[in-house]
């Protein structure tokens, strides 16, 4: 069965300093891997996915993500985090629809 | 354009009581998505479509029910509520083999 795994129930950095947001999957198969971010209530939106092609991929908001095979993982990061970043991110996997993890809550310090 | 959108909003329901609720997609996409999120468990697919006339079920459909008459329009049905179908409930919308589209949600909660 496909998975993913976000290890990291909160992430708290410093506003101005680079951020990861981790993520590990398991599938069968070549991955579909998809980063989204979520406000307080508010739905979902998309930040960035990696198909095929480059193992960086860059996204939204100056996020971008770096699919490593080998570790089968798919981290999301950003260069300098800004205190507007705080919110929670999920990383998927396309099966079905999308298999979720279960989300990094980022808090961004001022 | 108004995207992916939800009806309704909040609801409060008592246990053994029925509703249902409307999702409705403006961009002609093929795939519609039902799922819902608990605290600490991310989002779970309940219920999914790759096409007008077309449901099957998803990880979590105990307990739902869905119908997809018209293309724009995915509709989830409780029959009879119970408390563990609180939560907050997001349909999705997606062309092909891009990204989903997210609704605003709706939050349930069951006495």
């Known amino acids: ?110 | 354009n108004a995207g992916v959108t939800q009806t309704p909003k909040f609801r409060v329901l008592k246990t053994g009581q029925s509703m249902t609720l409307l999702c409705a997609q403006d961009m002609n996409h093929e795939y519609m998505y039902w799922y819902r999120q608990d605290p600490g468990m991310g989002l779970r697919l309940i219920h999914y479509s790759v096409g007008e006339g077309t449901t099957a079920k998803g990880e979590v459909p105990d307990g739902y029910n869905v119908s997809r008459l018209k293309k724009q329009n995915f509709l989830l049905g409780l029959e009879s509520a119970a408390p563990s179908q609180t939560s907050v409930y997001f349909c999705a919308s997606q062309a092909s083999y891009n990204e989903q589209f997210f609704g605003p949600g709706t939050r349930l909660t069951v006495l």
């Open chain 1, 1 to 110: 069965a496909q998975s993913v795994a976000q290890p990291e129930d909160q992430v708290n950095v410093a506003e101005g300093n680079p951020l990861t947001v981790k993520c590990t999957y398991s599938v069968s198969g070549n991955p579909y891997l998809f980063w989204y971010v979520q406000y307080p209530n508010r739905g979902l939106q998309f930040l960035l996915k990696y198909i095929t092609g480059d193992n960086l991929v860059k996204g939204s908001y100056g996020f971008e993500a770096e699919f490593n095979k080998s570790q089968t993982s798919f981290h999301l990061k950003k260069p300098s985090a800004l205190v507007s970043d705080s919110a929670l991110y999920f990383c998927a996997v396309r099966d079905l629809g999308y298999i979720f993890g279960t989300g990094t809550r980022l808090k961004v310090l001022a």
